[in-house]
T-cell receptor
Framework: QQQVKQSPQSLIVQKGGISIINCAYENTAFDYFPWYQQFPGKGPALLIAIRPDVSEKKEGRFTISFNKSAKQFSLHIMDSQPGDSATYFCPSGSARQLTFGSGTQLTVLP | ETGVTQTPRHLVMGMTNKKSLKCEQHLGHNAMYWYKQSAKKPLELMFVYNFKEQTENNSVPSRFSPECPNSSHLFLHLHTLQPEDSALYLC???????????????????FGAGSRLTVL
């Protein structure tokens, strides 16, 4: 069973700052390493995902970095905005039984 | 809309009622999931259907009964629920490939907006 450790549990950033969330995993059983974003009262939505043969992927202000040797991938949110305030998840488990931890609660202060 | 539609969006029911939650996807996915999200708790995987067959049941009480009549529709039948069952119930779908060792696929799920259930 794939295990990931996500950190930090909560993060407070000033508007315009950089938000960084990390996930450490055990093996590369997945085809993609995704980040999900969830706003209160809504379902999680795929934010960005990276294949394990790619080291970095950027979509607008969001960048996902993959460090295969360190078995870690991270989410960077540049120029963080109050609208980015949400819970962010990197899922764990197998593709047959994907599980989500408590995630990282990001608060961007105006 | 994400491509996964859940109805109703809100449901209030008594402990003796019988109701159903419905999920529909038109993404061509062949795996569907029910998750439960309670306040300040992680998402809990309840059921997984691959190719219309239930492959996972994470020790969910029998008062929750899933039904997957085809790869586009998933139901969660509810009966004699408890107040602690009040939560956001999320449906998700994904694409799985059937291999000899079992279904595998990308860990990319598309979630619906959820059904907010309140049990009185």
């Amino acid at each position: 069973q794939q295990q990931v450790k996500q950190s930090p549990q909560s993060l407070i950033v000033q508007k315009g700052g950089i938000s960084i969330i990390n996930c450490a995993y055990e093996n590369t059983a997945f085809d993609y390493f995704p980040w999900y974003q969830q706003f209160p009262g809504k379902g999680p939505a795929l934010l960005i995902a990276i294949r394990p043969d790619v080291s970095e992927k950027k979509e607008g202000r969001f960048t996902i970095s993959f460090n295969k040797s360190a078995k870690q991938f991270s989410l960077h949110i540049m120029d963080s905005q109050p609208g980015d305030s949400a819970t962010y998840f990197c899922p764990s488990g197998s593709a047959r039984q994907l599980t989500f931890g408590s995630g990282t609660q990001l608060t961007v202060l105006p | 809309e994400t491509g996964v539609t859940q109805t109703p969006r809100h449901l209030v029911m008594g402990m003796t009622n019988k109701k159903s939650l419905k999920c529909e996807q038109h993404l061509g996915h062949n795996a569907m999931y029910w998750y439960k999200q309670s306040a300040k708790k992680p998402l809990e995987l309840m059921f997984v259907y691959n190719f219309k067959e239930q492959t996972e049941n994470n020790s969910v009480p029998s008062r929750f009964s899933p039904e997957c009549p085809n790869s586009s529709h998933l139901f969660l039948h509810l009966h004699t629920l408890q107040p602690e069952d009040s939560a956001l119930y999320l449906c998700a779908s994904s694409h799985q490939v059937r291999l000899a060792g079992g279904p595998v696929g990308a860990n990319v799920l598309t979630f619906g907006a959820g059904s907010r259930l309140t049990v009185l």
